[in-house]
Protein backbone atom coordinates (compact mmCIF):
# COMPACT_ATOMS: atom_id res chain seq x y z
CA UNK A 1 0.00 0.00 0.00
CA UNK A 2 1.01 3.27 -0.43
CA UNK A 3 2.75 4.41 2.20
CA UNK A 4 4.05 8.35 1.07
CA UNK A 5 1.12 10.57 0.88
CA UNK A 6 1.64 14.46 0.95
CA UNK A 7 -1.21 15.14 3.08
CA UNK A 8 0.68 13.59 5.91
CA UNK A 9 1.92 17.21 7.21
CA UNK A 10 -0.91 18.42 7.63
CA UNK A 11 -1.23 19.22 11.44
CA UNK A 12 -4.16 17.78 14.02
CA UNK A 13 -5.67 16.19 10.67
CA UNK A 14 -6.69 12.30 10.43
CA UNK A 15 -7.51 11.43 6.72
CA UNK A 16 -9.95 8.17 6.58
CA UNK A 17 -7.85 6.51 4.07
CA UNK A 18 -7.08 3.15 3.38
CA UNK A 19 -5.12 1.93 6.17
CA UNK A 20 -7.44 4.31 8.76
CA UNK A 21 -10.61 2.41 7.05
CA UNK A 22 -9.24 -1.01 7.78
CA UNK A 23 -7.60 -0.16 11.24
CA UNK A 24 -11.24 1.17 12.71
CA UNK A 25 -13.90 -0.74 10.69
CA UNK A 26 -15.29 -2.61 13.34
CA UNK A 27 -15.10 0.65 15.24
CA UNK A 28 -17.25 2.29 12.72
CA UNK A 29 -19.46 -0.25 12.04
CA UNK A 30 -20.42 -0.16 16.33
CA UNK A 31 -21.04 3.40 15.50
CA UNK A 32 -23.25 2.89 12.99
CA UNK A 33 -25.09 0.45 15.09
CA UNK A 34 -26.13 3.68 17.51
CA UNK A 35 -28.83 4.76 14.35
CA UNK A 36 -31.07 2.35 14.85
CA UNK A 37 -33.25 3.45 17.96
CA UNK A 38 -33.18 -0.65 19.50
CA UNK A 39 -29.08 -0.59 19.61
CA UNK A 40 -29.21 2.70 21.27
CA UNK A 41 -31.57 1.42 23.77
CA UNK A 42 -29.36 -1.47 24.83
CA UNK A 43 -25.97 0.49 24.61
CA UNK A 44 -27.98 3.05 27.43
CA UNK A 45 -28.90 -0.16 29.20
CA UNK A 46 -25.53 -1.50 29.58
CA UNK A 47 -22.54 0.02 27.46
CA UNK A 48 -19.78 -2.68 28.25
CA UNK A 49 -22.08 -5.63 27.58
CA UNK A 50 -23.22 -4.18 24.25
CA UNK A 51 -19.57 -3.41 23.20
CA UNK A 52 -19.31 -7.16 23.73
CA UNK A 53 -21.08 -7.25 20.27
CA UNK A 54 -18.36 -6.00 18.28
CA UNK A 55 -14.77 -7.70 18.32
CA UNK A 56 -13.44 -4.01 18.88
CA UNK A 57 -9.83 -4.05 20.09
CA UNK A 58 -9.26 -3.22 24.12
CA UNK A 59 -7.90 -0.06 23.04
CA UNK A 60 -10.68 1.02 21.10
CA UNK A 61 -13.31 -0.29 23.30
CA UNK A 62 -11.38 1.96 26.61
CA UNK A 63 -11.94 4.98 24.17
CA UNK A 64 -15.41 4.42 24.03
CA UNK A 65 -15.81 3.76 27.27
CA UNK A 66 -13.98 6.86 28.13
CA UNK A 67 -15.33 9.13 25.39
CA UNK A 68 -11.76 9.96 24.33
CA UNK A 69 -12.53 11.85 21.28
CA UNK A 70 -9.17 12.20 19.56
CA UNK A 71 -8.18 8.72 21.01
CA UNK A 72 -11.21 7.65 18.71
CA UNK A 73 -9.77 9.27 15.61
CA UNK A 74 -6.34 8.07 16.22
CA UNK A 75 -7.33 4.38 16.37
CA UNK A 76 -9.34 4.15 13.41
CA UNK A 77 -12.49 6.17 13.72
CA UNK A 78 -13.75 8.87 11.25
CA UNK A 79 -15.88 11.64 13.03
CA UNK A 80 -18.79 11.64 11.08
CA UNK A 81 -18.94 7.80 12.48
CA UNK A 82 -17.91 8.77 16.40
CA UNK A 83 -20.28 11.75 16.27
CA UNK A 84 -23.36 8.94 16.13
CA UNK A 85 -21.64 8.34 19.60
CA UNK A 86 -21.61 11.88 20.75
CA UNK A 87 -25.53 12.26 19.39
CA UNK A 88 -26.13 9.36 21.82
CA UNK A 89 -24.46 11.53 24.83
CA UNK A 90 -26.31 14.52 23.74
CA UNK A 91 -23.27 16.44 22.80
CA UNK A 92 -22.44 18.64 20.00
CA UNK A 93 -20.25 19.48 17.49
CA UNK A 94 -18.31 22.57 19.17
CA UNK A 95 -18.09 20.21 22.63
CA UNK A 96 -16.30 17.42 20.48
CA UNK A 97 -14.25 19.65 18.25
CA UNK A 98 -13.39 21.54 21.70
CA UNK A 99 -12.64 18.26 23.39
CA UNK A 100 -10.12 16.81 20.48
CA UNK A 101 -8.25 20.71 20.39
CA UNK A 102 -8.23 20.89 24.04
CA UNK A 103 -10.65 23.76 24.86
CA UNK A 104 -14.09 23.74 26.13
CA UNK A 105 -16.94 23.68 24.33
CA UNK A 106 -17.65 27.24 25.17
CA UNK A 107 -14.29 28.73 23.89
CA UNK A 108 -14.78 26.51 20.82
CA UNK A 109 -17.82 28.00 19.93
CA UNK A 110 -16.05 31.32 20.41
CA UNK A 111 -13.54 30.62 18.20
CA UNK A 112 -15.78 29.99 15.27
CA UNK A 113 -18.01 32.65 15.82
CA UNK A 114 -15.02 35.13 15.54
CA UNK A 115 -13.86 33.40 12.15
CA UNK A 116 -12.81 29.48 13.12
CA UNK A 117 -9.36 28.18 13.36
CA UNK A 118 -6.68 30.46 11.86
CA UNK A 119 -5.14 29.63 8.72
CA UNK A 120 -1.48 31.00 9.62
CA UNK A 121 0.04 28.20 10.99
CA UNK A 122 -2.20 25.48 10.53
CA UNK A 123 -1.26 24.17 6.76
CA UNK A 124 1.84 22.80 7.43
CA UNK A 125 3.42 21.19 10.78
CA UNK A 126 6.67 22.60 10.01
CA UNK A 127 4.66 25.75 10.86
CA UNK A 128 3.02 24.57 13.63
CA UNK A 129 3.32 26.90 16.80
CA UNK B 1 -37.34 18.11 -24.13
CA UNK B 2 -36.70 18.37 -20.67
CA UNK B 3 -34.01 21.66 -19.95
CA UNK B 4 -31.27 21.95 -17.45
CA UNK B 5 -31.52 25.91 -16.66
CA UNK B 6 -29.82 26.44 -13.44
CA UNK B 7 -27.26 25.15 -10.43
CA UNK B 8 -26.70 25.93 -6.86
CA UNK B 9 -24.28 25.29 -4.74
CA UNK B 10 -24.69 25.29 -0.95
CA UNK B 11 -23.29 23.85 2.62
CA UNK B 12 -26.00 21.43 3.66
CA UNK B 13 -24.67 21.46 7.56
CA UNK B 14 -26.92 20.05 10.08
CA UNK B 15 -27.28 22.66 12.47
CA UNK B 16 -28.77 24.70 9.64
CA UNK B 17 -31.36 21.90 9.96
CA UNK B 18 -31.69 21.63 13.27
CA UNK B 19 -32.41 25.72 13.59
CA UNK B 20 -35.41 25.63 10.78
CA UNK B 21 -36.56 22.52 12.78
CA UNK B 22 -36.71 24.10 16.12
CA UNK B 23 -37.32 27.27 14.85
CA UNK B 24 -33.91 28.96 15.84
CA UNK B 25 -33.56 31.11 12.49
CA UNK B 26 -34.31 34.44 14.11
CA UNK B 27 -31.56 34.05 16.98
CA UNK B 28 -28.52 35.80 16.97
CA UNK B 29 -26.58 33.14 16.03
CA UNK B 30 -28.29 32.64 13.09
CA UNK B 31 -30.03 35.09 11.74
CA UNK B 32 -27.27 36.64 9.60
CA UNK B 33 -27.04 33.20 7.65
CA UNK B 34 -30.94 33.36 7.32
CA UNK B 35 -31.48 37.03 6.13
CA UNK B 36 -29.06 35.98 3.31
CA UNK B 37 -31.56 32.67 2.27
CA UNK B 38 -34.41 34.91 1.74
CA UNK B 39 -33.04 36.17 -1.79
CA UNK B 40 -32.09 32.28 -2.47
CA UNK B 41 -35.95 31.52 -1.50
CA UNK B 42 -37.48 34.41 -3.52
CA UNK B 43 -35.31 32.60 -7.03
CA UNK B 44 -36.76 29.11 -5.70
CA UNK B 45 -40.08 30.44 -5.81
CA UNK B 46 -40.10 32.50 -8.92
CA UNK B 47 -38.12 29.72 -11.20
CA UNK B 48 -40.56 26.51 -9.61
CA UNK B 49 -38.27 23.58 -11.00
CA UNK B 50 -40.10 20.27 -11.57
CA UNK B 51 -37.50 18.30 -10.39
CA UNK B 52 -33.58 19.18 -8.75
CA UNK B 53 -30.92 17.12 -8.62
CA UNK B 54 -29.50 17.32 -5.48
CA UNK B 55 -25.93 15.93 -5.62
CA UNK B 56 -24.77 15.47 -1.69
CA UNK B 57 -23.08 12.73 0.44
CA UNK B 58 -24.35 10.33 2.60
CA UNK B 59 -22.90 10.98 6.53
CA UNK B 60 -23.37 6.96 7.50
CA UNK B 61 -27.29 6.86 6.94
CA UNK B 62 -28.49 5.20 3.89
CA UNK B 63 -24.04 3.49 3.56
CA UNK B 64 -22.03 2.57 5.75
CA UNK B 65 -17.84 0.71 5.04
CA UNK B 66 -19.88 -2.09 4.41
CA UNK B 67 -20.59 -0.66 1.08
CA UNK B 68 -18.93 2.74 -0.28
CA UNK B 69 -20.58 3.26 -3.70
CA UNK B 70 -18.59 6.28 -5.08
CA UNK B 71 -21.48 7.43 -7.30
CA UNK B 72 -24.89 6.42 -6.26
CA UNK B 73 -28.53 7.65 -8.15
CA UNK B 74 -31.79 7.11 -6.40
CA UNK B 75 -34.35 5.60 -8.95
CA UNK B 76 -37.27 5.75 -6.09
CA UNK B 77 -40.49 7.16 -6.00
CA UNK B 78 -40.08 8.27 -2.46
CA UNK B 79 -36.92 8.73 -0.35
CA UNK B 80 -37.52 8.72 3.79
CA UNK B 81 -35.94 10.81 6.02
CA UNK B 82 -33.04 8.84 7.60
CA UNK B 83 -32.40 8.40 11.14
CA UNK B 84 -29.07 9.88 11.76
CA UNK B 85 -29.04 9.08 15.33
CA UNK B 86 -31.81 11.57 16.92
CA UNK B 87 -34.67 10.23 15.13
CA UNK B 88 -35.75 11.24 11.80
CA UNK B 89 -36.03 14.76 10.89
CA UNK B 90 -39.58 16.04 10.93
CA UNK B 91 -39.21 17.38 6.99
CA UNK B 92 -41.56 15.89 4.26
CA UNK B 93 -41.11 12.97 2.27
CA UNK B 94 -38.67 13.63 -0.80
CA UNK B 95 -40.48 12.48 -3.86
CA UNK B 96 -38.59 11.04 -6.80
CA UNK B 97 -38.86 11.01 -10.41
CA UNK B 98 -38.20 7.33 -11.71
CA UNK B 99 -38.53 8.28 -15.26
CA UNK B 100 -35.83 10.83 -15.27
CA UNK B 101 -33.89 9.23 -13.28
CA UNK B 102 -33.61 6.01 -15.14
CA UNK B 103 -33.45 8.10 -17.83
CA UNK B 104 -30.14 9.30 -16.27
CA UNK B 105 -28.65 6.19 -15.37
CA UNK B 106 -29.22 4.66 -18.20
CA UNK B 107 -27.34 7.54 -19.88
CA UNK B 108 -24.38 7.85 -18.16
CA UNK B 109 -23.98 4.44 -18.04
CA UNK B 110 -23.72 3.99 -21.76
CA UNK B 111 -21.97 7.08 -21.42
CA UNK B 112 -19.21 4.97 -19.37
CA UNK B 113 -20.12 6.45 -16.03
CA UNK B 114 -20.51 3.07 -13.83
CA UNK B 115 -23.40 4.18 -11.95
CA UNK B 116 -24.24 2.97 -8.52
CA UNK B 117 -28.31 2.78 -8.84
CA UNK B 118 -30.51 2.71 -5.55
CA UNK B 119 -34.24 2.08 -5.07
CA UNK B 120 -33.45 2.38 -1.29
CA UNK B 121 -31.98 4.84 -0.16
CA UNK B 122 -32.95 6.80 3.11
CA UNK B 123 -31.66 10.79 2.96
CA UNK B 124 -30.21 12.56 5.86
CA UNK B 125 -29.15 16.36 5.65
CA UNK B 126 -26.60 16.41 3.53
CA UNK B 127 -30.08 16.14 1.21
CA UNK B 128 -32.74 17.39 3.39
CA UNK B 129 -30.99 20.59 4.77
CA UNK B 130 -30.65 22.08 1.44
CA UNK B 131 -34.01 21.56 0.92
CA UNK B 132 -34.79 23.33 3.92
CA UNK B 133 -32.43 26.14 2.97
CA UNK B 134 -33.94 26.86 -0.14
CA UNK B 135 -37.56 26.33 0.48
CA UNK B 136 -38.37 26.93 4.26
CA UNK B 137 -40.98 24.26 5.76
CA UNK B 138 -43.51 23.55 3.06
CA UNK B 139 -46.21 20.76 3.60
CA UNK B 140 -44.87 19.03 0.84
CA UNK B 141 -41.24 19.70 -0.92
CA UNK B 142 -42.20 21.68 -4.15
CA UNK B 143 -40.22 19.89 -6.84
CA UNK B 144 -39.51 16.27 -7.73
CA UNK B 145 -35.84 14.95 -6.33
CA UNK B 146 -33.23 13.13 -7.90
CA UNK B 147 -30.41 11.95 -5.36
CA UNK B 148 -27.04 11.71 -5.98
CA UNK B 149 -25.25 10.50 -3.21
CA UNK B 150 -21.34 11.23 -3.60
CA UNK B 151 -18.71 9.20 -1.99
CA UNK B 152 -16.53 11.99 0.12
CA UNK B 153 -16.40 10.13 3.14
CA UNK B 154 -13.67 7.74 2.73
CA UNK B 155 -10.58 8.70 0.96
CA UNK B 156 -10.22 9.00 -2.18
CA UNK B 157 -12.96 10.92 -3.16
CA UNK B 158 -13.92 11.27 -6.69
CA UNK B 159 -11.47 13.59 -8.34
CA UNK B 160 -12.81 16.91 -9.47
CA UNK B 161 -12.29 16.71 -13.28
CA UNK B 162 -14.27 13.41 -12.92
CA UNK B 163 -16.90 15.45 -11.24
CA UNK B 164 -17.04 17.91 -13.47
CA UNK B 165 -17.41 15.43 -16.13
CA UNK B 166 -20.15 13.58 -14.74
CA UNK B 167 -22.02 16.77 -14.52
CA UNK B 168 -21.22 17.30 -18.43
CA UNK B 169 -22.47 14.01 -19.01
CA UNK B 170 -26.13 14.46 -16.90
CA UNK B 171 -26.70 17.81 -18.96
CA UNK B 172 -26.88 15.31 -21.95
CA UNK B 173 -28.67 13.03 -20.23
CA UNK B 174 -31.22 15.56 -19.12
CA UNK B 175 -31.86 17.10 -22.18
CA UNK B 176 -32.24 13.74 -23.81
CA UNK B 177 -35.80 13.46 -22.08
CA UNK B 178 -38.34 13.60 -23.67
CA UNK B 179 -40.89 15.74 -21.24
CA UNK B 180 -40.89 19.45 -20.67
CA UNK B 181 -39.31 19.45 -17.71
CA UNK B 182 -37.38 22.33 -15.75
CA UNK B 183 -34.59 20.72 -14.35
CA UNK B 184 -31.94 22.46 -11.69
CA UNK B 185 -28.54 20.72 -10.50
CA UNK B 186 -27.99 21.13 -6.60
CA UNK B 187 -24.28 20.60 -5.64
CA UNK B 188 -23.98 20.48 -1.59
CA UNK B 189 -21.63 20.59 1.06
CA UNK B 190 -18.63 22.42 2.23
CA UNK B 191 -17.64 25.22 2.23
CA UNK B 192 -14.51 24.51 4.11
CA UNK B 193 -14.51 23.40 7.10
CA UNK B 194 -12.76 20.48 9.32
CA UNK B 195 -15.09 18.37 11.68
CA UNK B 196 -12.07 16.60 13.54
CA UNK B 197 -8.31 16.35 15.30
CA UNK B 198 -6.48 18.56 16.56
CA UNK B 199 -6.81 21.21 13.83
CA UNK B 200 -11.28 21.06 14.15
CA UNK B 201 -12.54 24.68 13.18
CA UNK B 202 -10.20 25.36 10.85
CA UNK B 203 -11.91 27.91 8.50
CA UNK B 204 -10.70 29.71 5.27
CA UNK B 205 -12.39 32.19 3.65
CA UNK B 206 -9.97 33.41 1.56
CA UNK B 207 -10.37 29.95 -0.37
CA UNK B 208 -13.77 30.06 0.14
CA UNK B 209 -13.94 33.23 -1.66
CA UNK B 210 -11.64 32.04 -4.39
CA UNK B 211 -13.89 29.07 -4.94
CA UNK B 212 -17.09 30.84 -5.33
CA UNK B 213 -15.50 33.35 -7.60
CA UNK B 214 -14.05 30.93 -9.83
CA UNK B 215 -17.05 29.44 -10.55
CA UNK B 216 -17.48 31.48 -13.18
CA UNK B 217 -13.65 33.11 -13.25
CA UNK B 218 -11.71 30.09 -13.44
CA UNK B 219 -13.69 27.03 -13.89
CA UNK B 220 -10.19 25.20 -14.91
CA UNK B 221 -8.44 25.77 -11.70
CA UNK B 222 -11.51 24.31 -9.67
CA UNK B 223 -11.41 21.38 -11.72
CA UNK B 224 -7.88 20.58 -11.10
CA UNK B 225 -7.63 20.99 -7.57
CA UNK B 226 -5.76 18.11 -5.61
CA UNK B 227 -7.29 15.92 -2.96
CA UNK B 228 -4.42 17.20 -0.63
CA UNK B 229 -5.39 20.97 -1.74
CA UNK B 230 -8.71 20.68 -0.39
CA UNK B 231 -7.77 19.08 2.82
CA UNK B 232 -4.72 21.28 3.23
CA UNK B 233 -6.08 24.69 2.19
CA UNK B 234 -10.44 24.20 2.86
CA UNK B 235 -9.91 21.50 5.60
CA UNK B 236 -10.48 17.81 5.91
CA UNK B 237 -14.11 18.02 5.26
CA UNK B 238 -13.70 20.35 2.67
CA UNK B 239 -13.14 17.79 -0.30
CA UNK B 240 -17.11 18.03 -0.01
CA UNK B 241 -16.62 20.61 -2.36
CA UNK B 242 -15.99 18.40 -5.18
CA UNK B 243 -19.88 18.13 -5.68
CA UNK B 244 -20.16 21.15 -6.16
CA UNK B 245 -17.93 20.77 -9.72
CA UNK B 246 -20.58 17.91 -10.73
CA UNK B 247 -23.05 20.96 -10.27
CA UNK B 248 -20.91 23.27 -12.47
CA UNK B 249 -20.20 20.60 -15.16
CA UNK B 250 -24.02 20.16 -15.60
CA UNK B 251 -24.03 24.24 -16.54
CA UNK B 252 -23.38 26.10 -19.67
CA UNK B 253 -19.46 27.70 -20.10
CA UNK B 254 -20.88 31.10 -19.59
CA UNK B 255 -23.77 30.61 -16.71
CA UNK B 256 -23.99 33.79 -14.67
CA UNK B 257 -23.63 34.24 -10.78
CA UNK B 258 -27.27 35.53 -10.01
CA UNK B 259 -26.62 35.64 -6.21
CA UNK B 260 -23.95 34.59 -3.58
CA UNK B 261 -24.34 34.34 0.44
CA UNK B 262 -20.95 33.38 2.56
CA UNK B 263 -21.28 33.42 6.13
CA UNK B 264 -19.23 32.25 9.26
CA UNK B 265 -19.99 29.95 11.17
CA UNK B 266 -22.82 27.46 10.72
CA UNK B 267 -21.92 25.27 13.70
CA UNK B 268 -17.80 24.40 12.79
CA UNK B 269 -18.52 25.31 8.87
CA UNK B 270 -18.14 28.02 6.51
CA UNK B 271 -21.36 28.31 5.21
CA UNK B 272 -21.48 29.49 1.63
CA UNK B 273 -24.55 29.77 -1.43
CA UNK B 274 -24.42 30.87 -4.89
CA UNK B 275 -26.78 30.12 -7.81
CA UNK B 276 -26.09 30.26 -11.38
CA UNK B 277 -28.19 30.31 -14.48
CA UNK B 278 -27.38 29.42 -18.15
CA UNK B 279 -28.18 32.23 -20.24
CA UNK B 280 -31.50 32.74 -22.20
Known amino acids: MKQDRQYSDIPGTYVFDPHHSMQGYQLNMFCMSLNNPDNRDKFRQDEVAYLDGFPLTPEQRQAVLTRDWLGLLQLGGNIYYTFKLAIFDRRSMQYVGGAMSGVTEQEFTDMMITGGRAVEGNLYTSEEK | ?280
Not at chain 2, 110 to 131: Q, R, S, Y
Open chain 2, 1 to 280: MANLFAGVGTSHVPGIGAAVDHEKTQLPYWKTLFDGYGPAREWMEREQPDVVIIVYNDHASAFSLELIPTFAMGVAAEFQPADEGYGPRQVPVVEGHPELAWHICESLIMDEFDMTIANKMPVDHGLTVPLSIMCGQPEAWPCKVIPLAVNVIQYPQPRGSRCFALGKAIRAAVESFDEDLKVAVWGTGGMSHQLQGERAGFVNEHFDTAFLNDLTANKERLINIGHTEYMREAGSEGAELVMWLIMLGALDKDAKEVYRHYHVPASNTAAGLIILENPG
